[in-house]
Every structure is written in structure tokens, then in C-alpha cells.
């Protein structure tokens, strides 16, 4: 008795209260997104997807009971096991997986449908933490910084297969692990200045951003002095790379196929393609805009209701709560998404072991990615690449990844002082 | 491994969180056409059209009823055509009519039905109906089109069609929505807010494929059309084509008039057109032809053609002098053929014979001593002072300015005062002899076909008039037509002068119109013949019968016909009879009329 009241005492139930007041408000907004005026149905009507999402948050509840009694040291024992498991899922899924919308990324378990590819985030998480769990792997050395990157992107090959670029994508943001762990600062420069000039190239004239890459240059040429040769060519080097890069931004484009230009542009142009990828991004920001500051009330949406938003329930889950609980409502959930974020800093931050900690920036990341990404989309700020809002999408796989990712960390967090006591 | 990296991440997570707000707050807070696009999405504004009211004649026979008609309406995202050809075909259209009406539609918006094939009528729907469910994304809309069951009184009726951008703007009430239809001329036009009814408009949400999703905030912003009020004109549908048949074939005007009341009996603008030419799909076709016919089927004559009266003006001359007492039924002249010219007469004439014979020097003499009384020494002075007391009288003969007929466009014709000959000569520089053609109704005189019944009704009244208008009932009540057509007008000329005038107007038919005469109809008239510089004089009858009760007073004008007591006095004849026996017993008067051709 003694032992598990002090085990409820270290949970921490910020972080669980979050999430289900996220989970809540997911759910209630994805009755409001399938309700019908004109055949109401009870919220708890397994005949829609309000109902069904019920069913997956009972079996997650059911989840989180299993993960938080089970043996912590389960997940670090587990985490390559678990991650070769995923891997080799994924490799299987695109020869056995069930096609929707032209993609293999669904495994078919009698009635029941899962994606691996959103396991595997998880799975990632711990084997990267697994990997980092030594202080002698120095992020700074080249040999270590493929050993992590080669963990983060073999799950990323088989996903590509299936294809599905948008879960691919979010394996990128694990490199805000890596830049808590120690990556240089290198790449991150790189990364964002080949990220803004790219966006620079789309929006500006080709040559105006020419001109200004040189005369940052001759600037810095300018401090800098004649005095040291090596910095010069390097720099004139680094420029030439620029200026050729903005160049070939276009030529690129060009040679996507039509629906990926098209999915770019419309972030510039909402009139682009404006029955196909347009109409998703111009029929999700007219549902938001048009909640005003404290929206049409709850089940009074027209856009969402009445199918204007394509994924309604799923990823344009954020338009529903935009256009029935307006700005406010808009406010409320970036509010508990962020604050979830800085409390899991917090909570990986105070944890005594790097493999805790390495995993917890690993849920971080993740969830910030989805939720950042997902929103930015429905706003058209970033191209619509399906990914869905965690906790808040309907859908079982998802609910479930999010919630056993978010929970291993909950559990490893309250045995922090037990892990220490075992390293020592 | 002490850094600022974990700082670094959180500020970029809260900075990045911002960043979205921020953006939300634009599009929802600052922005609010999403919130009007939203509503052009999902929240239909349909208009429910009332019954626009009919009218009757007279008598209770129907003149204008509604027609349905059927309007194929597209959704353009739903809309999908396999062969563009073998449609137009099937729908009988253009293919360029088909792409411009659907881009149209297009620009509206992508969701909402607009027209795209307007105005099918019964039968072609007929033909399509079991064919439209071939097509995704269109269907039919009912509406309703005028439709007349006989061909008859198109310019009195006049026509409606859609409003103009330039009506549009000046409708202060907003009641108007672009592609609404009014009424565009005559009755159609003057009764608009009688007939159009109230529209209704309901709210009704649809999903993206244009599905009715029920009613938009339980219909709490829904109004109810009212139905248009049926409207009695005072027409006589057999009077009128009866006289539409007299004058088909030539050029000119009827104006039959209950001198009692004012109402008009008939109103007749020849050539006229068959009024269901202006309704439907055909109606801008048609009115692109009726609008280029040399003959002018759209000029509404009775109250827009504009004549000199000519020899029919000497009998308000007649009452003006009489009521001055500057004339007497024994005042005499010779017929002094140097003055002006006259035709053979008994000489010289007092005012009955000069009426009867309608004595051209007589007057020439009796407006000189109206119009030159002396009041001052200076002749050009006194004639100014004349003439504009001269006018102010006859003015009161409703002519000189509009009489307010419930028509739109009416004509003010013309009494010339001292002030447009001081414009025309200068001032004190005309004196009579510059103006004395006014006297026989010439000169700088100008009256329309309706005035000039009007001024039979003035006879037949002994002095009273109403102003003539169409409309005798409002929804079945009398009491609802405008007030100014129950006002009583007095031409301040005493009744007893009228009683000589009269008889004088029945004797002259004996001398100038003898065909007009009817055995057992006493008829009061009197010919005219309007100059016409540009060919053959223009015929020009007035009458009204019986003399001793007067029932129908009338104006009759047959362009380049010649000599009035021609063809004007047979038709006016015809059209009186007509009206008081209900049949014709002189088949070989009517021949006459009927073949007179005169038009050329």
C-alpha cells in the first residue's frame, strides 16, 4: 500500500489531465463534425464515428492501465525488440497491407484496421533513446550522428514505400532530439536557410534573391577582411551553392508530379487547382475563418456538417472546432497543446537517466510536429499532407500511438528516482 | 551537459504556437469575408416569387393571366457533361449560349444552382422531362410568365421584362434583386406595386453536393410571399379589338372614353403586336424586331404622337369666346377668304353655322378679339397679355400639359405661350397676325390623340372632366383606385354654352361627316385634318354619342388618311355603335373602313 501510494504521488497528473481533456474535447468535436440535424443520432451511437471513438478511447484507457502497471524497465528492455518489430511490419506492409486511396499503409486484422506506420513513431523514440543511452555517444562526432540518424531513417524508407510522405515527414522532427542532445548547430543553419530560401524562391523574383545572397556576401566580406583565404573561398563557395539552389527551386517544381506542385502552390495561391487541392485548403480556412472570435456554437457549423471540408473528422479535425467554438475555442486547445508540450520539457528535462530523457523529447517532438503541422495545414500554412491532430483526430491507430507514446513517458517519469537508484 | 538548447526548444514550440493564433486571429477575427464565403456555401437564398396579379376588362373577361414556365437550374461542381453537342441539341441551345450562361453560373459560385437554360416553355418541358435525370447536377425550377388569352391591347397593357441596372438604382426601397422582373410599360408599369405582390424569401441550408439540409436558423429569418392583386381595368376587350380591327392596317390612334367617369373604353395604338410576343424566351428577340419596325408597333400613340387638332379646335375657341363674352351666339362674320381660306359656305356665318361649317375666316376674326382686347395701348404688348390669358383657359382643357393618364410616357403636347414667340421672334416683335393660325387649331399647337378625347368628354359633359384613366378596381374595390382619378376638373366655361356648341356639333355631321351618321344614334362631332408636312394630311374625328346622354366620348386619328371626315368619322361611327348597340348594322360602312389601307 505504502509503496503504490507513493507511486501515485509521483505521477504526474498535469500531463494526464491534459491529455484527456484533449482527448474530450477531440471527441466531442468529432460528434459535431458527423452530426446530421436532420436524423440526429446520440453521441454514443455506435453507428457513427462520434460512437466508435468512444469504443477506441475505452481500449486506450484500458492501454494506459496496462502500460502504467507494467514493469517500467518493460519499455527500455523492449525498445529495439519493439523497433525491429515495427520495421519489419513496415517492410511487410506494402506487399500485405489493404490499399486506401492509393496508399498500402493498413494492416487488416479482421474487422480492424492499423497503421503501422504510426507505431513506429514510438518504437522509434525508444530505440533511439535506447541508442543514446550511453554518455560516451557524442552527437558532435560524425560516426554517432549516423548511428542516430540511421535509427530515424530506416523506418523512413519503408514508409516511403507505401507511400506515405506525411508520416514520413514527421520522423524529420526527430532532430529536435538531436539538437537537445548535442547536434551541431551546423545543420540546423543549413537546414533553415535551404528552407527559407526554397520558400524564398517560390514567392520572389529569382534574381532579386541573386542579388541579395551576393551582397550578403560582399557584407560579410567586408568584416571579415582579405586577411584569411580559407574563409573567402568558402564563402564564395557557400554563395555560388545558394544562388544555384534558388535557380533550381523552379526547374525542380516543374518536375514534380502535378499534384505535389499543385499541393505547394496552393499554399501561395488558394485559386490554384481550386476543385482539388484548393478546395480542401480554401473549404478549411472559410469553416475557421468563419467561426469569428466566439463561433456559431456548438453543432451550429454549416461547413463541416455539410461536407464543404473534405477529412472532416480526421485531419481538417481543427476546422469543426474553429468554426463552432470560434477563436476562443481556437485559443483554448493551442493553449492545452503548448502547454502539454512545456510540461513534457519540464518532465524530460527532470529526468535523472538520458534514456528518459532522450525518450521524452522523443514524445515532444512528435506530438509538437502533428499538432503544429496539422494546424499550420488547415490555416494553409503548410501543404496538406494528411497527418492527423493527435489526440483530437478520430481514428483508432492513431489515438492509440499517441497514447502509448505519450504514457511510456508518464510511467518512465514516475519511476525517475527508482532508475536513478538502479543506475547507482 | 550544461546548455541553452532545452530554453532554445520551448521558445520555439511557444513562438510557433503564437505564430498560429496570430494567424487564426486573422482569418477569423479580422477577416470576416470567410464568414460571408461560408454563407455563399451552405445558406441558400431562395426566393419565393408571388403570383403577379391579374387583370381583368371591363366586363370581368380575363386580359393578362400567368403562364408557368420552366427554368433548368445547374450546380456547377456537380454538373458533368459527356457530349456537349447531343446536349445543346436536346436542350435546343447554343453551344456558346451553354458555356456562357454555365461560366456565368461558375462565378457565382460553385455550389449554389443558377439558371442555365431560362424559360422553357410547357410543351419543351414536356419533350425533356424524362430526360433530365440523364443529366448530373441540374434541375428544373418553376416560375411564370404573362401570357394573354387574346391578342389585344398590347400598348395599354404594355409588358414586363427584367429590371435594369438602371432601374435597380433607383429603387430607394432595395425590393428589387437583380434578374427580378416589372413591369416595363403601361399598366404593367403604373399598377406595379399592386400587381408584383410581396416576394418571400426562404433560408435553406445545403451540403456541398446542393442537398437541401433544411431550413437556416429555423426559418426564423424566412418571410412569406404575398400573391400580386388582381387588377379590373376599364377597357372594353370587344370595343377594343373591334377598333384594333378597324385600324389594322394603318397607322394612328382610338381613345374611347365614358365621359361620366373618365375610364377608358379603349385605347387603341395602330400598328399594334400580339402582347405574347413580349413574354418568355423569345421576349428580346421580339422586342429587337417590334423596336426596328418602321411602323413603330412600341410607340404608344394616344398618349405619345403628338398632332395639331386643326379644325376641332374651334369649338373650344367657341367656348372660350363665349365664356369671355367677347362672343354670342349672334356674333357674326363674313367669310373673308383674305384672311385665310375656307371652303364653300352659306355667308356670312354667326357661331353655330361657323362651328357647323367650320368657318376658317370666322375665327381668324373671333381670335383676334380675344387675343387683341386692348388692354394696352401697345399692340405688342396687349397681344402678349392676350394670348397668355387666352392659354391660361384653354389649359383648362386639359390641354398644354399632361392629363396623368396611369400610363408612363404620356406626352404634354403643346399651347404655345407669349413666352416661346418671344423666344421664337423676340419680344415685341409678333403681334396676331404672326400668330392667328392658332386660331383653327394650327401654328405652334400640338395635342395628343387622349387629350383630344378628352376634350369630347368635355362636350358630352357640359364643362367637367375626369382625367381618363384604365384602372376601375383594385382587388375587386372601386374605392382603392388613385384618388386624382375621382377628382372632378372644371373647365370654368358655363354648361349653358355648351348647349348650343352641341347642337352645332350634331348639325355638322350632317355637312362635313355624313357617313358618321346613325338613323337611331344622335352623334355629336366634328372633323379635323391635322397638317402633316411630310405627305398626306392626317384624319382626325372627334364624337361623342347620344347626344342627350352622353355614354362614349371619342377621339379617332388615321394618319395620312386626308380628310377627316373620311376614314376617322366612319371608324369613330362604328366604334360608337358598337359600343351602345353591341352590333353593326352597316356592313358596307365597315368595308369601307376595313379596306383603307394608308399605310405607304
Known amino acids: 500500500m505504502r509503496d503504490s501510494d507513493f507511486y501515485f504521488r509521483k505521477i504526474d497528473w498535469l500531463t494526464i489531465g491534459l491529455y484527456f481533456m484533449l482527448v474530450f474535447l477531440g471527441w466531442i468535436n468529432i460528434y459535431a463534425a458527423v452530426y446530421d440535424e436532420q436524423s440526429p443520432k446520440s453521441i454514443f451511437d455506435l453507428s457513427i464515428n462520434s460512437g466508435i471513438q468512444l469504443v477506441w478511447i475505452g481500449t486506450a484507457v484500458l492501454l494506459i492501465v496496462l502500460i502504467l502497471v507494467a514493469d517500467y524497465r518493460l519499455f527500455e528492455n523492449l525498445s529495439l525488440i519493439l523497433y525491429v518489430f515495427f520495421v519489419v511490419l513496415l517492410i511487410l506492409t506494402p506487399f500485405i497491407g489493404k490499399e486506401i486511396n492509393g496508399q498500402k499503409a493498413w494492416f487488416e486484422i479482421g474487422a480492424f484496421r492499423l497503421q503501422p506506420a504510426e507505431f513506429a513513431k514510438f518504437a522509434t523514440a525508444l530505440a533511439l533513446a535506447k541508442l543514446m543511452e550511453a554518455n560516451t555517444f557524442d552527437l558532435s562526432k560524425l560516426r554517432y550522428q549516423l548511428r542516430a540518424v540511421g535509427i530515424i531513417g530506416l523506418p523512413v524508407v519503408f514508409i516511403m514505400l507505401q507511400p506515405d510522405f506525411g508520416s514520413a515527414m514527421v520522423y524529420s522532427a526527430f532532430f529536435i532530439v538531436l539538437f537537445r542532445e548535442g547536434m551541431p548547430n551546423r545543420y540546423y543553419v543549413f537546414a533553415i536557410t535551404v528552407l527559407v530560401l526554397g520558400i524564398l524562391a517560390i514567392l520572389v523574383e529569382n534574381n532579386l534573391i541573386a542579388v541579395g545572397i551576393i551582397a550578403s556576401c560582399l557584407l560579410i566580406l567586408f568584416f571579415v577582411g582579405k586577411k584569411n583565404w580559407q574563409k573567402l573561398v568558402t564563402l564564395l563557395f557557400v554563395g555560388g551553392i545558394m544562388v544555384g539552389y534558388v535557380y533550381s527551386i523552379d526547374y525542380v517544381v516543374a518536375k514534380l508530379p502535378l499534384h505535389h506542385q499543385n499541393r505547394i502552390m496552393v499554399l501561395f495561391d488558394p485559386d490554384v487547382d481550386p476543385l482539388g487541392v484548393g478546395w480542401n485548403v480554401t473549404q478549411s480556412k472559410i469553416a475557421i475563418g468563419s467561426g469569428g472570435l466566439t463561433g456559431k456554437g456548438y453543432l451550429e457549423g454549416t461547413q463541416t456538417k455539410f461536407d464543404f471540408v473534405p477529412e472532416q473528422h480526421t485531419d481538417f479535425i481543427f476546422c469543426t472546432l474553429g468554426e463552432e467554438f470560434g477563436w476562443m475555442g481556437s485559443f483554448v486547445v493551442i493553449s492545452l497543446f503548448i502547454t502539454l508540450l512545456v510540461r513534457l520539457i519540464f518532465l524530460a528535462e527532470r529526468q535523472k537517466t538520458r534514456f528518459s530523457r532522450v525518450y521524452g523529447y522523443g514524445v515532444v517532438s512528435i506530438l509538437f510536429f502533428h499538432f503544429f503541422i496539422n494546424i499550420s495545414m488547415t490555416v494553409g500554412l503548410f501543404p496538406v499532407i494528411g497527418i492527423p491532430l493527435p489526440f483530437f483526430s478520430y481514428g483508432g491507430s492513431s489515438l492509440w500511438a499517441f497514447t502509448i507514446l505519450l504514457f511510456i513517458f508518464i510511467k518512465l517519469d514516475s519511476h525517475r528516482i527508482q532508475i536513478l537508484g538502479r543506475l547507482s | ?600
Open chain 2, 1 to 600: 551537459m550544461e546548455s541553452n538548447r532545452p530554453l532554445i526548444i520551448t521558445f520555439a514550440i511557444i513562438l510557433l504556437g503564437v505564430i498560429l493564433l496570430l494567424k487564426l486571429f486573422l482569418i477569423q477575427v479580422t477577416d470576416d469575408s470567410y464568414l460571408r464565403k461560408a454563407e455563399r456555401n451552405a445558406i441558400q437564398r431562395i426566393v419565393d416569387h408571388p403570383y403577379r396579379g391579374l387583370v381583368y376588362d371591363r366586363n370581368g373577361k380575363l386580359l393578362v393571366y400567368n403562364n408557368p414556365v420552366f427554368d433548368i437550374m445547374v450546380i456547377p461542381r456537380e454538373f458533368t457533361v459527356e457530349d456537349t453537342a447531343s446536349f445543346c441539341e436536346f436542350f435546343n441551345i447554343k453551344k456558346e449560349t451553354l458555356i456562357e450562361n454555365f461560366n456565368a453560373a461558375k462565378n457565382y459560385s460553385w455550389v449554389k444552382p443558377s439558371p442555365l437554360i431560362k424559360q422553357i416553355s410547357n410543351e419543351e418541358f414536356a419533350r425533356i422531362q424524362d430526360y433530365l435525370i440523364d443529366y448530373r447536377g441540374i434541375f428544373v425550377m418553376t416560375r411564370s410568365v404573362r401570357s394573354y388569352p387574346q391578342p389585344s391591347a398590347a400598348n395599354a397593357l404594355g409588358y414586363i421584362g427584367e429590371i435594369s441596372a438602371n432601374q435597380l438604382g433607383r429603387d430607394e426601397t432595395s425590393y428589387y434583386r437583380q434578374g427580378d422582373y416589372v413591369g416595363l410599360s403601361g399598366v404593367e408599369a403604373y399598377y406595379e406595386p399592386d400587381l408584383r405582390g410581396r416576394k418571400g424569401v426562404n433560408y435553406r441550408m445545403v451540403n456541398v453536393r446542393g442537398v437541401d439540409k433544411g431550413k437556416f436558423k429555423n426559418g426564423d429569418l424566412d418571410t412569406v410571399s404575398v400573391a400580386g392583386q388582381n387588377i379590373q381595368s376599364t377597357l372594353d376587350l370587344e370595343l377594343q379589338q373591334y377598333g384594333e380591327k378597324l385600324l389594322a392596317g394603318k397607322r394612328g390612334s382610338v381613345v374611347a372614353i365614358e365621359p361620366k367617369t373618365g375610364e377608358i373604353l379603349s385605347f387603341i395604338s395602330a400598328p399594334t403586336y400580339d402582347p405574347n410576343q413580349l413574354t418568355g424566351s423569345k421576349f428580346g428577340q421580339n422586342f429587337l424586331e417590334l423596336n426596328q419596325d418602321e411602323n413603330k408597333p412600341l410607340f404608344n400613340r394616344p398618349i405619345m404622337a403628338m398632332y395639331p387638332p386643326g379644325s376641332i379646335f374651334k369649338i373650344v375657341q367657341s367656348l372660350v369666346g363665349l365664356q369671355e363674352g367677347i362672343l354670342t351666339p349672334n356674333t357674326t362674320f363674313s367669310c373673308n377668304r383674305s384672311l385665310v381660306n375656307c371652303h364653300n359656305h352659306p355667308n356670312p356665318v354667326n357661331l353655330f353655322g361657323a362651328i357647323r361649317n367650320s368657318c376658317n375666316p370666322y375665327y381668324h376674326q373671333a381670335f383676334r378679339m380675344m387675343i387683341n382686347q386692348e388692354v394696352s395701348s401697345n399692340t405688342f404688348r396687349d397681344t402678349q397679355i392676350g394670348l397668355d390669358k387666352w392659354r391660361e383657359s384653354v389649359m383648362k382643357f386639359g390641354l398644354g400639359d399632361r392629363l396623368g393618364v396611369d400610363m408612363h410616357g404620356e406626352k404634354s403636347g403643346s399651347i404655345p405661350s407669349s413666352k416661346l414667340y418671344d423666344q421664337i421672334y423676340g419680344n415685341g416683335r409678333w403681334k396676331y397676325s404672326t400668330i392667328y393660325s392658332l386660331s383653327i387649331g394650327q401654328g405652334e399647337m400640338l395635342v395628343t390623340p387622349l387629350q383630344m378625347a378628352n376634350l369630347a368628354a368635355i362636350f358630352a359633359n357640359k364643362g367637367y372632366y375626369y382625367i381618363p384613366h384604365m384602372i376601375k378596381a383594385i382587388d375587386g374595390d372601386a374605392t382603392r383606385i388613385p384618388e386624382k382619378f375621382r377628382t372632378k376638373r372644371d373647365t370654368g366655361i358655363d354648361p349653358a354654352h355648351f348647349d348650343m356648341v352641341q347642337e352645332a356639333m350634331v348639325e355638322a355631321l350632317s355637312g362635313t361627316a355624313a357617313r358618321a351618321i346613325i338613323s337611331d344614334i344622335v352623334i355629336a362631332g366634328k372633323t379635323g385634318t391635322a397638317q402633316n408636312p411630310s405627305g398626306e394630311d392626317h384624319s382626325v374625328f372627334i364624337a361623342f354619342a347620344p347626344k342627350d346622354d352622353p355614354k362614349i366620348a371619342i377621339a379617332v386619328y388615321v394618319e395620312n388618311a386626308g380628310w377627316g371626315g373620311r376614314a376617322a368619322a366612319s371608324t369613330a361611327s362604328l366604334m360608337i355603335e358598337k359600343y351602345l348597340r353591341g352590333e353593326i348594322t352597316r356592313p358596307a360602312l365597315e368595308d369601307y373602313v376595313l379596306e383603307g389601307n394608308f399605310i405607304y
